[in-house]
């Protein structure tokens, strides 16, 4: 039931930093995950990382260190910051929220149509 939607897209050379923000609709879970996953040409979706509404936050191990999530205060957009990219790194970039039952795991209801990340050498 939330509207979600990338930018900040584009083209960067090997090393650079690139970041993304997500804007999520005001109508939202209170209990929820926020995250960021990645589909490159000929591979399947991967997450990347992201935040629930407690302030925990994941990251795929090919990018941790590297890239940083975070939320703006008013909890409705959720940022992407890439720093020293890799070719590796080009793939469409999606952002997706849901509901985080308590004791349970997050539940992806609701994708942006995605933004396109290239890192080219």
């Known amino acids: 039931q939330a509207q979600v939607e990338e930018f900040g897209g584009g083209s960067v050379q090997a090393g650079g930093s690139l970041n993304l923000s997500c804007v999520v609709s005001?109508?939202?879970?209170?209990?929820?995950?926020l995250g960021w996953f990645r589909q490159a040409p000929g591979k399947e979706r991967e997450g990347v990382g992201g935040v629930d509404s407690d302030g925990k936050s994941i990251y795929a191990n090919s990018v941790k260190g590297r890239f940083i999530i975070s939320e703006d205060d008013k909890k409705n957009t959720l940022f992407l910051q890439m720093n020293s990219l890799k070719p590796e790194d080009t793939a469409m970039y999606y952002c997706?929220?849901?509901?985080?039952?308590?004791?349970?795991?997050?539940?992806?209801?609701?994708w942006g149509q995605g933004t396109q990340v290239t890192v080219s050498s």
């Open positions: 997706a929220a849901g509901p985080h039952p308590l004791g349970g795991n997050c539940y992806w209801a609701d």
């Open positions: 005001a109508n939202r879970y209170d209990t929820y995950c």
